[in-house]
């Protein structure tokens, strides 16, 4: 199922998951400007929960385009994935704001810290085509049949 839609909205979501581990996250403006990439801001003290959620999420994004073949679970996991990617976003922004807020320095986001919502969005939007693809099949299984709702009587 590599041609179907929803793989390509799955795909780019896990890319921009992958893509954090390489991208800094935010600069501080302050006397020097830093700039902090995702390795640095997971190593640093209180960011192992960041870490956690970025590994899960990354592998789960991953997992959801190969289990094509049971659609179901691939709905639930793409539901439970969406979740957790929001969760994700909103504990990457109290980070921030906090460290910014303690440092006395201002907090610049970069492009990748709005990776996770992104992702949640292609995320759900692959679950839809998915769902979608589900009740298609289970139309034509019920057409093929010969039933309209209920079982066939002998």
């Not at 640095?40 to 999420?57: E, P, R, S």
Request: positive net charge.
């Amino acid at each position: 199922m590599i041609q179907r839609i929803q793989t390509l909205f799955l795909t780019i979501a896990a890319g921009l998951l992958i893509s954090m581990f390489f991208t800094p996250m935010v600069r501080f403006v302050g006397d020097s400007a830093t700039t902090i990439p995702f390795v640095a801001v997971a190593m640093a003290k209180g960011f192992t929960l960041t870490t956690i959620f970025q590994i899960v999420c990354t592998v789960l994004s991953v997992t959801v385009i190969f289990l094509y073949k049971n659609r179901i679970r691939q709905i639930r996991l793409c539901n439970l994935n969406t979740i957790i990617l929001i969760g994700y976003q909103i504990i990457l922004a109290v980070y921030f704001f906090q460290r910014a807020s303690k440092l006395g320095e201002d907090a610049l986001f970069t492009v990748p810290c709005i990776f996770p919502i992104c992702a949640a969005i292609l995320t759900f939007i692959g679950m839809r085509y998915i769902a979608r693809d589900e009740a298609l099949v289970m139309a034509s299984t019920r057409l093929r049949s010969g039933r309209k709702g209920g079982r066939r009587k002998h």
